[in-house]
Protein backbone atom coordinates (compact mmCIF):
# COMPACT_ATOMS: atom_id res chain seq x y z
CA UNK A 1 0.00 0.00 0.00
CA UNK A 2 1.64 3.23 -0.67
CA UNK A 3 0.39 6.87 0.42
CA UNK A 4 -1.12 9.09 -2.16
CA UNK A 5 0.36 12.65 -2.28
CA UNK A 6 -2.08 15.37 -3.58
CA UNK A 7 -0.05 17.67 -4.67
CA UNK A 8 4.18 17.73 -5.30
CA UNK A 9 6.05 18.82 -2.16
CA UNK A 10 9.48 19.92 -2.51
CA UNK A 11 12.31 19.00 -0.29
CA UNK A 12 14.43 21.55 1.07
CA UNK A 13 18.00 20.07 1.66
CA UNK A 14 19.87 20.90 5.00
CA UNK A 15 23.61 22.06 5.42
CA UNK A 16 24.37 18.47 6.55
CA UNK A 17 22.87 16.96 3.42
CA UNK A 18 24.15 19.29 1.59
CA UNK A 19 27.82 18.94 2.51
CA UNK A 20 27.15 15.07 2.70
CA UNK A 21 26.31 15.37 -0.89
CA UNK A 22 29.64 16.87 -1.82
CA UNK A 23 31.55 14.72 0.47
CA UNK A 24 30.18 11.17 -1.65
CA UNK A 25 30.77 12.83 -5.06
CA UNK A 26 27.72 13.77 -5.77
CA UNK A 27 28.51 16.88 -7.17
CA UNK A 28 31.09 17.28 -10.15
CA UNK A 29 34.13 18.50 -9.01
CA UNK A 30 34.05 22.05 -10.60
CA UNK A 31 30.79 22.64 -9.68
CA UNK A 32 30.45 26.11 -7.88
CA UNK A 33 27.41 25.57 -6.00
CA UNK A 34 25.64 27.38 -2.93
CA UNK A 35 23.21 26.20 -0.77
CA UNK A 36 20.36 29.34 -0.33
CA UNK A 37 17.61 28.55 2.23
CA UNK A 38 17.51 24.70 1.20
CA UNK A 39 17.85 24.87 -2.43
CA UNK A 40 20.79 24.74 -4.45
CA UNK A 41 22.00 27.26 -7.08
CA UNK A 42 24.83 27.50 -9.38
CA UNK A 43 26.95 30.64 -8.42
CA UNK A 44 27.60 32.96 -11.80
CA UNK A 45 31.06 32.60 -13.56
CA UNK A 46 33.67 34.70 -11.62
CA UNK A 47 34.79 37.51 -14.54
CA UNK A 48 38.18 39.03 -14.60
CA UNK A 49 37.03 42.60 -12.49
CA UNK A 50 34.73 40.27 -10.04
CA UNK A 51 38.34 37.96 -9.56
CA UNK A 52 40.34 41.09 -9.36
CA UNK A 53 38.81 42.60 -6.71
CA UNK A 54 38.66 39.02 -4.72
CA UNK A 55 42.88 39.28 -5.57
CA UNK A 56 43.18 42.30 -4.00
CA UNK A 57 40.86 42.37 -1.10
CA UNK A 58 42.88 38.84 0.14
CA UNK A 59 45.72 40.55 -0.22
CA UNK A 60 44.97 43.36 1.54
CA UNK A 61 43.48 41.75 4.51
CA UNK A 62 46.17 38.90 5.14
CA UNK A 63 48.53 42.15 4.78
CA UNK A 64 46.55 44.26 7.53
CA UNK A 65 44.37 41.62 9.36
CA UNK A 66 48.13 39.51 10.42
CA UNK A 67 47.02 36.96 12.71
CA UNK A 68 44.15 38.32 14.23
CA UNK A 69 41.71 36.82 12.10
CA UNK A 70 42.03 33.90 9.49
CA UNK A 71 41.59 35.00 6.26
CA UNK A 72 38.44 32.28 3.97
CA UNK A 73 38.52 32.67 0.37
CA UNK A 74 35.25 31.35 -1.24
CA UNK A 75 34.90 28.77 1.24
CA UNK A 76 31.73 27.40 2.61
CA UNK A 77 30.53 29.03 5.67
CA UNK A 78 27.65 27.28 7.57
CA UNK A 79 25.27 29.89 7.79
CA UNK A 80 21.63 28.13 9.18
CA UNK A 81 20.68 24.89 8.82
CA UNK A 82 19.76 25.04 5.38
CA UNK A 83 22.88 27.27 3.89
CA UNK A 84 25.77 26.91 3.11
CA UNK A 85 27.22 30.13 1.13
CA UNK A 86 30.57 30.22 -0.10
CA UNK A 87 31.21 34.12 0.27
CA UNK A 88 34.30 35.55 -1.73
CA UNK A 89 35.99 36.46 1.60
CA UNK A 90 35.44 35.91 5.51
CA UNK A 91 37.46 36.93 8.57
CA UNK A 92 36.94 34.41 10.81
CA UNK A 93 37.84 34.38 14.67
CA UNK A 94 41.28 32.59 14.56
CA UNK A 95 41.30 28.58 15.43
CA UNK A 96 43.98 26.33 16.04
CA UNK A 97 43.19 24.28 13.49
CA UNK A 98 42.45 26.83 11.09
CA UNK A 99 38.76 25.12 10.48
CA UNK A 100 39.97 21.24 9.42
CA UNK A 101 37.45 19.75 11.37
CA UNK A 102 34.40 20.99 10.79
CA UNK A 103 33.39 24.48 8.10
CA UNK A 104 32.95 27.46 10.31
CA UNK A 105 29.70 29.17 11.25
CA UNK A 106 27.87 31.97 11.79
CA UNK A 107 29.50 32.28 15.39
CA UNK A 108 32.87 32.09 13.40
CA UNK A 109 32.54 35.25 11.81
CA UNK A 110 33.86 38.35 12.34
CA UNK A 111 32.77 39.92 8.38
CA UNK A 112 31.64 38.61 5.00
CA UNK A 113 32.80 40.17 2.25
CA UNK A 114 30.60 39.37 -1.42
CA UNK A 115 31.97 40.49 -4.72
CA UNK A 116 29.40 41.57 -7.27
CA UNK A 117 29.45 42.83 -10.97
CA UNK A 118 26.50 40.73 -12.63
CA UNK A 119 25.21 39.61 -8.97
CA UNK A 120 24.94 43.00 -7.09
CA UNK A 121 20.98 42.73 -6.98
CA UNK A 122 20.70 39.36 -6.08
CA UNK A 123 23.64 39.65 -3.12
CA UNK A 124 21.56 42.67 -1.57
CA UNK A 125 18.44 40.76 -1.72
CA UNK A 126 19.37 37.50 -0.74
CA UNK A 127 22.86 36.80 0.58
CA UNK A 128 22.62 39.96 2.89
CA UNK A 129 19.30 39.28 4.02
CA UNK A 130 20.22 35.50 4.93
CA UNK A 131 23.17 36.53 6.78
CA UNK A 132 21.51 39.00 8.87
CA UNK A 133 19.30 36.15 9.79
CA UNK A 134 21.89 34.00 10.80
CA UNK A 135 24.06 36.90 13.02
CA UNK A 136 27.14 37.64 11.04
CA UNK A 137 27.79 40.66 12.47
CA UNK A 138 29.13 42.77 9.40
CA UNK A 139 28.98 42.39 5.51
CA UNK A 140 30.46 44.07 3.02
CA UNK A 141 29.24 43.76 -1.13
CA UNK A 142 32.12 45.15 -2.65
CA UNK A 143 29.80 46.19 -6.07
CA UNK A 144 32.58 46.22 -8.69
CA UNK A 145 30.37 48.70 -11.66
CA UNK A 146 29.53 51.37 -8.51
CA UNK A 147 33.31 51.13 -7.65
CA UNK A 148 31.54 51.22 -3.82
CA UNK A 149 30.83 48.96 -0.88
CA UNK A 150 27.44 48.53 0.62
CA UNK A 151 28.37 48.06 4.68
CA UNK A 152 25.88 46.49 6.46
CA UNK A 153 26.01 46.21 10.45
CA UNK A 154 24.10 45.04 13.15
CA UNK A 155 21.81 42.17 11.87
CA UNK A 156 18.44 40.98 13.30
CA UNK A 157 15.70 38.70 12.15
CA UNK A 158 14.60 41.85 9.52
CA UNK A 159 17.37 42.74 8.02
CA UNK A 160 20.31 44.97 9.10
CA UNK A 161 19.71 47.88 11.33
CA UNK A 162 22.79 49.97 9.63
CA UNK A 163 23.88 50.80 6.47
CA UNK A 164 25.91 53.00 4.16
CA UNK A 165 27.62 53.24 0.91
CA UNK A 166 31.23 54.28 0.98
CA UNK A 167 33.19 55.22 -2.37
CA UNK A 168 36.66 56.61 -3.63
CA UNK A 169 38.91 57.18 -0.36
CA UNK A 170 36.49 56.59 2.43
CA UNK A 171 37.90 54.28 4.51
CA UNK A 172 36.46 51.37 6.59
CA UNK A 173 37.14 49.25 9.43
CA UNK A 174 35.78 46.18 10.32
CA UNK A 175 33.71 46.18 13.25
CA UNK A 176 35.67 43.57 14.82
CA UNK A 177 39.00 44.26 14.06
CA UNK A 178 39.43 48.04 15.37
CA UNK A 179 42.81 49.57 13.96
CA UNK A 180 42.58 47.65 10.07
CA UNK A 181 41.49 50.46 7.49
CA UNK A 182 40.47 49.43 4.03
CA UNK A 183 40.13 52.71 1.75
CA UNK A 184 37.70 51.81 -1.05
CA UNK A 185 39.56 52.92 -3.98
CA UNK A 186 42.54 50.64 -3.14
CA UNK A 187 40.24 48.05 -4.16
CA UNK A 188 39.73 49.31 -7.57
CA UNK A 189 42.55 49.41 -10.37
CA UNK A 190 42.97 53.16 -11.58
Not at 85 to 94: F, Q, S, V
Not at 145 to 167: C, L, Q
Not at 170 to 178: A, D, I, K, R, W
Request: aromatic share 6%; net charge neutral; charged share 25%.
Amino acid sequence: MSAQIDHPKRHLVTAQEYLRMGETGVFAPDARLELIEGEIFEMAPIGPSHAAAVRTLTGLMYERVGKRATVSVQAPLIAGQLSVPEPDLALLKPRSDNYASAHPGRADVMLVIEVADTTLRADLETKVPLYARAGVPEVWVVAVGERAIHVFREPGINGYRKSMVAKGEHQLTPLGLPGVRIRVAEIFPQ
